[in-house]
């Protein structure tokens, strides 16, 4: 499968809990993106990487989110002291970015956060 | 920065009528405009995009319209099919941007 890949699919945590996600993206894309998104609503921007730099973080992202893209290829998302309303869809998304092209994101399957 | 409206959240068509779905934007300095297709349980997939050099574009049932200067854009599926059936997201950015989402439309296609 030469997808944008997600692990774990499902995630069910008590609340305080730490969790870690991984996504795993096209292998040639040099951007990667983070989204959150709950029942009903679209994708909530999170983050994003440009190979390893991380280029934006969204106002909302609490100090309790943080990611990582090491090597410029896979990345993780890590949520400390979970919470409730942590709980959503978080999808991650990637791309192939020159100032020149067009950009398409292409998302992985999520991981789905139950926060009990 | 971007803020992306979408109307109606829910629609509901006659197999083989026509759907729109419409979009707006606040950023002047957008300039990329895409459509996703979410059907239940999977991931979000493009199914047609646009940029702001272009006013319209089309793919066999599914065309996008743009209008720069009202800021806004619009999905149109026609000959509805029950396959047709997900929740779409309109998307919005300015260059080198992130994409920012509107909230999204069931669209519900009856037999």
């Known amino acids: 499968d030469t997808g944008v890949s997600q692990d774990p699919r499902h995630k069910i945590t008590k609340r305080g809990q730490n969790v870690t996600f991984r996504c795993d993206p096209i292998s040639e894309h040099n951007r990667l993106y983070w989204y959150r998104q709950t029942l009903g609503q679209g994708p909530e921007f999170l983050t994003y990487f440009q190979n390893e730099a991380q280029l934006e973080k969204s106002r909302l992202l609490s100090d309790r989110f943080s990611a990582e893209r090491p090597k410029g290829s896979f990345s993780t998302l890590e949520i400390q002291r979970t919470e409730q309303g942590d709980s959503a869809m978080y999808l991650c998304a990637s791309s192939l970015w020159d100032s020149t092209t067009n950009e398409k994101l292409f998302f992985g399957s999520g991981t789905q956060l139950s926060v009990l | 920065g971007e803020n992306v409206e979408q109307h109606p959240s829910t629609l509901s068509v006659q197999e083989g009528d026509s759907a729109v779905i419409k979009c707006t934007y606040s950023d002047s300095a957008s300039n990329y405009f895409p459509w996703y297709k979410q059907e239940l349980g999977k991931r979000p997939q493009l199914i047609i995009d646009?940029?702001?050099?272009?006013g319209e574009k089309k793919d066999q049932r599914i065309a996008v319209t743009l209008n720069k200067t009202a800021k806004h854009f619009s999905l149109h599926i026609t000959e509805t099919q029950p396959e047709d059936s997900a929740v779409y997201f309109c998307a919005a950015r300015a260059a080198g941007n992130k994409l920012t989402f509107g909230g999204g439309t069931r669209v519900l296609v009856k037999p």
């Open positions: 646009i940029r702001s050099n272009v």
